[in-house]
């Protein structure tokens, strides 16, 4: 008579013991992140130049790729999808904080967008000139005496009440020191001056003083006429070539998109080269559902080393022709090398 009862009781509670894993499947998060698919975004509402938007028919887009945590019934998901990826947090953000990685996707925008401003207004042929901000930290070693002091994604201003015109003249200022000489580093973190003082380290490259971290300049570009972009919490440099499209429709009132709707990805850079970027697959899948005609991709040069190091590697074109076949999409994928081929596509386009 007890075990029946036993029985009934186990039986009773299957219900809540169902419910309470659909739960924790759906809600208790893993230690793993899902790429896929993002946002499609129009960039008239991201780019002002003279204090005004772009009023011309069409539209540019940049597109995203969105990063969540997992879930057990996510991962599921995840793992049974064409267009999401199940990564490691090591795989996303490498041994950064999550405080770092922001930081970093944060820096690689503001470059993103100082370069396409850069590109555009030489295209428009209009004057500017560049500031230098300070040194960019992109890594620390732990070596350093000023670990935990200085982070990943400040940048530092002055050493010793010295400030520098490029991380050049910074570099071969601090090496020029005492190795175990007494520095103070004053940097902006977050928007706050802070200073930190510490000794001074015996580089392993080339045996002088260094303070241990990994930098590139902290550049801002002052343009003759007021170009502004905000792109809000979006990180990373990837929209630089939609950027630089935009900025130059704005200076030159062309009308360069001819009524069409144009979405599309990569870097540039202070060449107007167009630089390959990850995830480009799911940016194909956001831009085609959200109505784009066109999706200019990345056709990055495959390097030996890279061959070697991934042998099935393809072009970012390759990777997007791939993705436009596998959804039956008719959005036309059309590679790019620089900014100027995008713009010699764009001359080919029957106004709409």
């Given at each position: 008579?007890?075990?029946?009862?036993e029985?009934?009781?186990?039986?009773?509670?299957?219900?809540?013991?169902?419910?309470?894993?659909?739960?924790?499947?759906?809600?208790?998060?893993?230690?793993?992140?899902?790429?896929?698919?993002?946002?499609?975004?129009?960039?008239?509402?991201?780019?002002?130049?003279?204090?005004?938007?772009?009023?011309?028919?069409?539209?540019?887009?940049?597109?995203?790729?969105?990063?969540?945590?997992?879930?057990?019934?996510?991962?599921?998901?995840?793992?049974?999808?064409?267009?999401?990826?199940?990564?490691?947090?090591?795989?996303?953000?490498?041994?950064?904080?999550n405080?770092?990685?922001?930081?970093?996707?944060?820096?690689?925008m503001?470059?993103?967008?100082?370069?396409?401003?850069?590109?555009?207004?030489k295209?428009?042929?209009?004057?500017?000139?560049?500031?230098?901000?300070g040194?960019y930290?992109?890594?620390?070693?732990?070596?350093?005496?000023?670990?935990?002091k200085?982070?990943?994604?400040?940048?530092?201003?002055?050493?010793?009440?010295?400030?520098?015109?490029s991380?050049?003249?910074?570099?071969?200022?601090?090496?020029?020191?005492?190795?175990?000489?007494?520095?103070?580093?004053?940097?902006?973190?977050?928007?706050?001056?802070?200073?930190?003082?510490?000794?001074?380290?015996e580089?392993?490259?080339d045996k002088?003083?260094?303070?241990?971290i990994?930098?590139?300049?902290?550049?801002e570009?002052?343009?003759?006429?007021?170009?502004?972009?905000?792109?809000?919490?979006?990180?990373?440099?990837?929209?630089?070539?939609?950027?630089?499209?935009?900025?130059?429709?704005q200076?030159?009132g062309?009308?360069?998109?001819?009524?069409?709707?144009?979405?599309?990805?990569?870097?540039?850079?202070?060449?107007?080269?167009?630089?390959r970027?990850?995830?480009?697959?799911?940016?194909?899948?956001?831009?085609?559902?959200?109505g784009?005609?066109?999706?200019?991709?990345?056709?990055d040069?495959?390097?030996?080393?890279?061959?070697?190091?991934?042998?099935?590697?393809?072009?970012?074109?390759?990777?997007?022709?791939?993705?436009?076949?596998?959804?039956?999409?008719?959005m036309?994928?059309?590679?790019?090398?620089?900014?100027q081929?995008?713009?010699?596509?764009?001359?080919?386009l029957?106004?709409?």
């Amino acid at each position: 008579m007890e075990n029946r009862k036993e029985k009934l009781s186990i039986k009773a509670m299957l219900p809540l013991l169902f419910t309470l894993l659909v739960i924790g499947g759906i809600l208790i998060p893993l230690p793993y992140y899902i790429e896929g698919p993002g946002t499609t975004e129009n960039l008239k509402q991201f780019v002002t130049v003279d204090n005004k938007q772009d009023t011309q028919s069409g539209a540019f887009y940049l597109t995203t790729v969105s990063v969540r945590r997992a879930t057990l019934f996510t991962a599921a998901k995840a793992k049974l999808s064409k267009f999401e990826d199940l990564i490691s947090k090591e795989e996303l953000m490498g041994s950064s904080s999550n405080s770092e990685y922001n930081r970093i996707q944060q820096y690689y925008m503001d470059s993103s967008k100082n370069a396409a401003i850069e590109q555009a207004l030489k295209l428009a042929d209009v004057p500017y000139k560049m500031d230098f901000k300070g040194v960019y930290v992109l890594g620390i070693d732990k070596s350093s005496n000023f670990y935990g002091k200085i982070s990943v994604g400040d940048t530092v201003i002055s050493v010793d009440g010295k400030n520098f015109k490029s991380s050049e003249e910074f570099m071969d200022y601090v090496k020029s020191q005492k190795i175990g000489q007494e520095v103070t580093i004053s940097f902006l973190q977050d928007g706050i001056e802070k200073e930190a003082t510490g000794k001074l380290i015996e580089l392993p490259t080339d045996k002088k003083a260094g303070i241990g971290i990994g930098l590139t300049d902290h550049t801002e570009i002052k343009p003759s006429i007021p170009v502004e972009i905000n792109a809000g919490d979006i990180g990373g440099p990837s929209a630089g070539l939609m950027f630089t499209l935009e900025t130059y429709e704005q200076l030159t009132g062309k009308g360069i998109r001819k009524g069409h709707d144009i979405a599309g990805t990569g870097t540039i850079n202070s060449q107007g080269i167009v630089g390959r970027i990850g995830g480009i697959d799911k940016k194909v899948v956001t831009a085609s559902e959200n109505g784009a005609e066109i999706f200019f991709a990345p056709d990055d040069e495959i390097t030996k080393e890279m061959k070697k190091e991934e042998p099935k590697i393809k072009t970012n074109y390759q990777e997007a022709k791939e993705a436009a076949a596998k959804i039956n999409t008719t959005m036309k994928i059309v590679p790019v090398k620089t900014v100027q081929d995008a713009l010699d596509y764009l001359e080919t386009l029957k106004e709409k």
